[in-house]
């Protein structure tokens, strides 16, 4: 691809600080693998900045956008065309701008093969001339920085892209929150920051964070304009799920991770939902996304990425005021929704209600504001209605049991998974495998069941089963309502209690086939950075234990030169005292 030089003149690393040590390496992975082969790069080197690089999550921050195909982009700081591969396919003409000439050999190298990309290196944005007006400008990740690359601040960022935006254009700017709860937790934007720098006064950093008030004022000082924010978590770089302000979440649930240099002090997710409980999750929450336009932004107030998943079976969960949306992630996952499609007819055949339909290969239903069952369920506990929950666990396992007709065929899902279970016999085994008639799957207020979200069908599952999942995912995110009710006897009424063990390995056995694995070992290597106040204490302990041995040993050292240097001098005098010229001498003093 040719890259556009003119208003290049020399390298502006404006955040080589966080890709340094990662830069060869890089490089040396775009020269040798192929964009649809990035998976085998995360195969073998799960280091945080590299996933973020090569992850095709890194695009999920746009990914759901409803960019209009016959538009045009301008994106600010490509970096490494992590997100520029993904804009290129969902409008006809876009131009990236990067400032190191390193990185922009990298993108001409990922991108190849791609034909509606312009490529622009320059050093001071200022001086770069631009022909025309764009429908969509990006500045993801590159805000913080807009002093290093020409700009005064970011609000002269911000008047700058007005200046080359279309009238009813759109700017999409991503940035990390200056209070972000991993910011508060220790985490550091490269392995030479120290902890909390934004917070130290004598501590400078070549970026600049805000606050979500810091920023709204910057807003609100451009102009005529209107501006909606969206809360990618964990962040903007791999983004699971994005809520906003018409959308925000009642618990604390995603995927976290931190860079593999990092210690981290308290749990990221226990003390969001502490802030969530207050109404503070704006606040503190990692990173914010704006859009920012004259006249229209996007109505979706919600989306979820099943990031954990084989790319067959992932999909984009869009909500809107009106609409739910499942699509594809991927072309691969478009068998996955005519699945879930033959699930929605086998489900209405049933006599469950459900109010979702396929469109163009898009699971569509209506937003529906009824509480979700566990969500029903929970308000019952807290209101201390034990008698009424348990009423209601019997109600909906009569229904689904109802519902559902009883298998006939010997083989059941124990079989295919080669599981063996005792006491077969004794299970209630369905027809239909609807494993995730969980409680969260269900729209209920008393009233009517609404079932959603029904993406697995399986051979003959056992009732026991599906309400072993259901109760224990219910418990596992309302963990302060253990103490209201005895699951231990939840489980011991439904036959559930002597089956747990062969439960958990079936429920082991088909996560396997969905989850990937490759994705799952870099979370779960998420665990080793974090480090509580007593690891802190302890290690503290432990560097003061080896200074104390340490001044131990020297002091034992220190002691036995002392008795060998009196032993010494002991030895000299009494060699003294025998000489026969001292003795002489000491005879002439006296004379």
């Not at 935006?165 to 991503?174: F, H, M, S, V, Y």
């Not at 990031?307 to 991927?330: F, L």
């Not at 969980?438 to 003959?460: L, M, S, T």
Request: proline share 1%; hydrophobic share 35%; aromatic share 14%.
């Amino acid at each position: 691809m040719e890259i556009d030089k003119t208003f290049y003149h020399t390298d502006n690393d404006y955040n080589k600080d966080i890709y340094e040590e990662y830069e060869q390496d890089i490089e040396n992975y775009i020269n040798q693998y192929a964009v649809e082969n990035y998976n085998q790069i995360i195969q073998q080197d799960k280091r945080t900045n590299i996933v973020s690089i090569f992850s095709e999550m890194r695009a999920n921050i746009i990914k759901w956008y409803p960019f209009e195909k016959n538009k045009s982009i301008l994106e600010v700081g490509a970096n490494y065309g992590e997100i520029t591969y993904d804009l290129a396919k969902m409008c006809n003409e876009v131009t990236s701008i990067e400032f190191s000439e390193r990185k922009m050999q990298c993108i001409a190298k990922r991108l190849n093969k791609v034909e509606n990309v312009k490529l622009i290196l320059c050093t001071n944005i200022k001086d770069l001339k631009l022909d025309e007006k764009y429908d969509y400008i990006t500045l993801i990740g590159i805000s913080e920085y807009a002093q290093k690359i020409g700009f005064k601040d970011l609000l002269d960022m911000l008047n700058w892209a007005q200046e080359h935006l279309n009238e009813d254009g759109k700017i999409l700017l991503a940035m990390d929150n200056k209070f972000g709860v991993k910011y508060l937790a220790g985490s550091t934007r490269n392995k030479h920051e120290e902890k909390f720098a934004n917070f130290r006064e004598h501590i400078t950093t070549d970026y600049q964070l805000y606050g979500k008030n810091e920023l709204e004022n910057i807003l609100k000082s451009i102009g005529e304009i209107i501006y909606k924010f969206y809360y990618p978590v964990p962040n903007y770089k791999l983004t699971h799920m994005i809520y906003t302000d018409d959308y925000l979440p009642k618990n604390s649930r995603y995927n976290i991770y931190y860079a593999d240099y990092e210690e981290i002090l308290f749990e990221e997710l226990s003390f969001l939902k502490e802030a969530i409980k207050n109404n503070q999750f704006h606040f503190f929450t990692n990173s914010y996304l704006i859009e920012i336009s004259k006249k229209a932004i996007s109505n979706i107030t919600y989306v979820n990425y099943s990031n954990m998943r084989k790319g067959k079976y992932k999909i984009i969960t869009k909500i809107s005021s009106n609409q739910v949306t499942k699509e594809a992630y991927k072309e691969e996952g478009i068998k996955h929704i005519q699945q879930i499609q033959k699930n929605i007819e086998r489900l209405k055949a049933l006599g469950f209600i459900t109010y979702e339909k396929t469109l163009e290969n898009q699971i569509i239903s209506p937003y529906i504001s009824t509480p979700t069952m566990d969500e029903y369920l929970k308000k019952l506990l807290i209101e201390d209605k034990q008698s009424k929950f348990t009423e209601e666990l019997d109600k909906w396992y009569e229904y689904v049991k109802s519902k559902i007709p009883k298998a006939e065929s010997e083989k059941t899902i124990f079989e295919k998974y080669n599981i063996k279970v005792n006491h077969k016999e004794e299970l209630t085994f369905l027809q239909d495998g609807f494993i995730d008639l969980i409680f969260q799957n269900v729209f209920y207020d008393g009233n009517e069941y609404i079932v959603f979200d029904q993406e697995w069908g399986d051979i003959a599952i056992p009732i026991e089963f599906i309400m072993y999942r259901s109760i224990k995912q219910f418990f596992f995110l309302n963990k302060e309502l253990e103490n209201k009710i005895d699951k231990e006897k939840i489980y011991a009424k439904y036959k559930i209690d002597k089956y747990i063990a062969v439960f958990e390995q079936l429920e082991e056995a088909w996560q396997k086939t969905i989850v990937d694995e490759e994705i799952l070992k870099f979370y779960a290597e998420k665990w080793n950075r974090i480090i509580s106040i007593e690891d802190m204490k302890f290690k503290s302990n432990q560097e003061l234990g080896k200074v104390y041995l340490e001044k131990d040993k020297l002091q034992l050292e220190f002691n036995k030169k002392q008795e060998e240097n009196i032993k010494l001098q002991n030895e000299l005098n009494s060699l003294k005292n025998n000489s026969r010229f001292y003795r002489w001498t000491r005879f002439l003093k006296k004379g």
